[in-house]
């Protein structure tokens, strides 16, 4: 059964048009993490929400925005998508800060 | 912040080869966490170590955390074709958000 489930499982967008990535979780976890990863590197933490409390990377540009409407689901939006921007990104849940985290498939995002 | 390094950065090895694998940090960790990915997939657990000294098995793949708590190393025992993938390490825990290590590329040659 999936528990995290990220949309679309590819999503091609224009350089420079708004693009929005979905993430929905069924385990009811506080914690919802956006990861970007770039190819053959480690995800990168941009932000999390605990419960409704937004917590921003410092070096997570201001290009990404996300929104978390209510438990289950979580939202990560691009502004003006740069041909930088194209990575898999990968959602994440967990209970608590300090419990595991269950990863969704991810949302590979082409830039074209 | 803190770094994870991992070596090597990637393996070709045959297959029924044993893997060894290791991540280093330059803090102590109270957790150690053990992932693979599969090409465009997320991260998946494999193992996870919560006490320095601790040895913890999966099937064929064996953990370890290490004493001085800022190492860690994943063994694979006679490696199969599904084997293949990024192998990441993982931390830590209590309260502080996931980091991830640079990654293992494992490439199994049949």
């Known amino acids: 059964d999936a528990m995290v489930i990220q949309n679309p499982r590819y999503q091609v967008t224009q350089f420079g048009k708004p693009v929005t990535l979905s993430c929905s979780q069924t385990?009811?976890?506080?914690?919802m993490y956006w990861y970007q990863q770039k190819s053959s590197q480690a995800p990168k933490l941009l932000f999390h929400?605990?419960?409704?409390?937004?917590?921003n990377e410092a070096d997570t540009p201001d290009n990404f925005q996300s929104r978390r409407p209510n438990t289950s689901f979580c939202f990560l939006d691009i502004r003006s998508p740069g041909l930088g921007d194209a990575a898999m990104y990968l959602c994440?849940?967990?209970?608590?800060?300090?419990?595991?985290?269950?990863f969704g498939s991810g949302t590979r995002l082409t830039v074209v | 912040g803190q770094q994870l390094n991992q070596s090597p950065q990637s393996m070709f090895i045959q297959e029924g080869e044993d893997v060894s694998m290791n991540c280093t940090s330059s803090?102590?960790?109270?957790?150690w966490l053990w992932y693979k990915q599969e090409p465009g997939e997320g991260p998946v657990l494999l193992i996870a170590?919560?006490?320095?000294?601790e040895l913890t098995s999966n099937g064929r793949l064996t953990a370890q955390f290490g004493i001085t708590r800022k190492d860690s190393f994943l063994n694979i025992s006679a490696s199969i074709p599904s084997d293949v993938g990024i192998y990441f390490c993982?931390?830590?825990?209590?309260?502080?958000?996931?980091?991830f290590g640079t990654g293992t590329r494992l490439t199994i040659i049949p």
């Open positions: 994440a849940t967990s209970r608590d800060l300090g419990s595991g985290y269950t």
């Open positions: 385990l009811n976890h506080n914690v």
């Open positions: 929400y605990y419960d409704k409390d937004f917590n």
């Open positions: 803090s102590i960790f109270n957790t």
């Open positions: 170590l919560y006490k320095a000294g």
């Open positions: 993982a931390g830590p825990f209590g309260n502080e958000k996931l980091t």
